[in-house]
C-alpha cells in the first residue's frame, strides 16, 4: 500500500492539561510498546515518509524515546508535538532525532506559558529542529496576539500557526477568519523574524490520522461542531481504499495554510 506522504499518531490519550480547544483522543487505550513499534514499521514499509507524533502529551509515555528513536531510525521524518511535560529528560533524543518541533501556546496567560519558554530558551544557542508556535485563536486571545508575538520575537522560533478554533463544543468564542487574516497581517508588519500564517478550521484534504489504539479517524465538521469518525483499523487490508472514500464522503478537512 501507499501509505499518505506525512501521517499523524496520536500515541496516548493522557494529557498533564484540560484545554478547552482539545479535540485530542480522550481515554482511548494506547498500544503497548511492541505494538507501537510495529505501528511505525508499518508506516515505513506502506511508504510513508513523515510521521507527526502527538497526542495527549507524548512525552507522558515511558517509551517514549524508545519510539522517537525508532521512527527516526527507520527513515520517516519525524515531527514532534508537545506542551512540555518533563521536557528536558527527553531533549537530546528529540534533537537528535527530530526534524521539527511543534509547541503550543495560545496567549501570555496561557498556563503552559513556563513550559514553553523554558523549551524555546533553550534553543536560543546551538543546532535546533525547525521550531513551529502554534496558537489556536478564539475571542479569548485575540486581544492578546500583539503581546504573544512580541514574546514570541525573544525566541527562535521558524513559523508561528494562527489555528481559527476549532469549536468542539461550543462555537461562540470562534473569531470570523476574515478576522484572523487582518490581524495576520498586521502582526506580520510589526514581526519580522519569523513567518506567521493561519490555518482555518474548514479543511478539505483528509489527515491520515492513528488513535492511540490503531484505529484510524477522519475529523469532520458536524452541526458547525467538530466530530470524527473511526473508519478501521491501521493493519486493515482495504484501510487506504475506506479512508479515500470516507474522506470524500465526510468532505473532510483541508490542512490548508493561508
Ligand atoms: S495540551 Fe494539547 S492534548 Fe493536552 S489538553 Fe491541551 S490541546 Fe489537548
Given at each position: 500500500m501507499n501509505f499518505p506522504f506525512s501521517v499523524d499518531y496520536r500515541i496516548t490519550s493522557r494529557c498533564n492539561h484540560d484545554c478547552s480547544e482539545c479535540y485530542g483522543p480522550k481515554n482511548i487505550r494506547e498500544l503497548s510498546t511492541e505494538d507501537s513499534l510495529k505501528v511505525i514499521k508499518y508506516l515505513k514499509e506502506n511508504n510513508s515518509k513523515r510521521l507527526v507524533i502527538t497526542g495527549g502529551e507524548p512525552l507522558l509515555r515511558k517509551d517514549i524515546d524508545e519510539l522517537i528513536k525508532s521512527a527516526s531510525l527507520c527513515g520517516l521524518e519525524t515531527y514532534f508535538v508537545t506542551s512540555g511535560y518533563d521536557y528536558f529528560s527527553h531533549k537530546e533524543i528529540i534533537d537528535k532525532n527530530c526534524a521539527y518541533l511543534s509547541l503550543p501556546l495560545n496567549?501570555?496567560?496561557?498556563?503552559?506559558l513556563k513550559s514553553i519558554t523554558a523549551i524555546l530558551e533553550s534553543y536560543n544557542k546551538g543546532i535546533k529542529p525547525f521550531i513551529k508556535l502554534g496558537s489556536v485563536v478564539s475571542a479569548d486571545n485575540y486581544g492578546n496576539l500583539e503581546e504573544l508575538g512580541e514574546l514570541l520575537s525573544n525566541y527562535p522560533i521558524d513559523l508561528w500557526i494562527l489555528y481559527e478554533l476549532i469549536p468542539v463544543k461550543d462555537a461562540s468564542k470562534t473569531v470570523n477568519l476574515e478576522l484572523l487574516k487582518e490581524k495576520r497581517i498586521e502582526l506580520s508588519k510589526k514581526i519580522s523574524k519569523f513567518d506567521i500564517k493561519i490555518t482555518p478550521r474548514f479543511r478539505t484534504k483528509a489527515y491520515f490520522m492513528i488513535n492511540p489504539d490503531a484505529t484510524i479517524i477522519l475529523p469532520y465538521e458536524k452541526n458547525g461542531l467538530y466530530s470524527e469518525e473511526i473508519i478501521g483499523s491501521l493493519f486493515d487490508n482495504d484501510i487506504l481504499t475506506k479512508w479515500q472514500i470516507k474522506s470524500k464522503e465526510l468532505n473532510s478537512w483541508n490542512w490548508k495554510e493561508i
Open positions: 496567549s501570555t496567560k496561557d498556563n503552559r
